[in-house]
């Protein structure tokens, strides 16, 4: 058995968390090795349009899957506070007109978050 050369704050692994190919890597001590936003371990196929982007006080979420579930969709901050969430049950699409009227301008993040576990975010931008 033999290791390759270490150097100082760079971890070797196999990502995503043990299944893929080997690779060098920023440590992530005590975390998973998966990313935080895009699709997630989801096996569905995912359409997402959101506009208009940027927006002043609505925007309009269309979003559609190919298999009927419970979908939770929020809107969150940077630093990850739900700041809108609402859910459609048992759906393969939802068509939504979301205010953001009482936002800040900045960016934030639309989730969709599927039961079967899967994650699906869109950055939108209030002017």
């Given amino acids: 058995l ?15 968390n043990g299944t893929g190919a080997f690779q060098s890597m920023n440590p992530t001590f ?17 359409l997402v349009n959101a506009y208009p982007n940027p927006a002043d006080d609505l925007i309009t979420l269309n979003a559609s899957w190919n298999d009927k579930q ?8 940077l630093h ?19 205010s953001i009227k009482e936002l800040s301008a900045g960016m934030y993040f639309l ?12 950055r939108v931008v209030k002017k």
Avoid at 2 to 16: A, H, I, K, L, N
Avoid at 30 to 46: F, K, Q, R
Avoid at 70 to 77: F, R
Avoid at 86 to 98: F, W
């Fill in 30 to 46: 005590n975390a998973e090795n998966t990313v935080g936003t895009g699709i997630t371990d989801l096996e569905t196929t995912v």
């Fill in 2 to 16: 033999g290791y390759e050369e270490q150097t100082t704050d760079v971890s070797y692994g196999r990502f995503p």
């Fill in 80 to 98: 990850g506070r739900i700041l809108y969430s609402t859910s459609v049950n048992e759906a393969r699409d939802i068509s939504k007109a979301i």
């Fill in 70 to 77: 419970d979908v939770n969709v929020s809107i969150l901050d």
């Fill in 111 to 122: 989730q969709l978050n599927f039961e079967e576990g899967g994650v699906v975010t869109e």
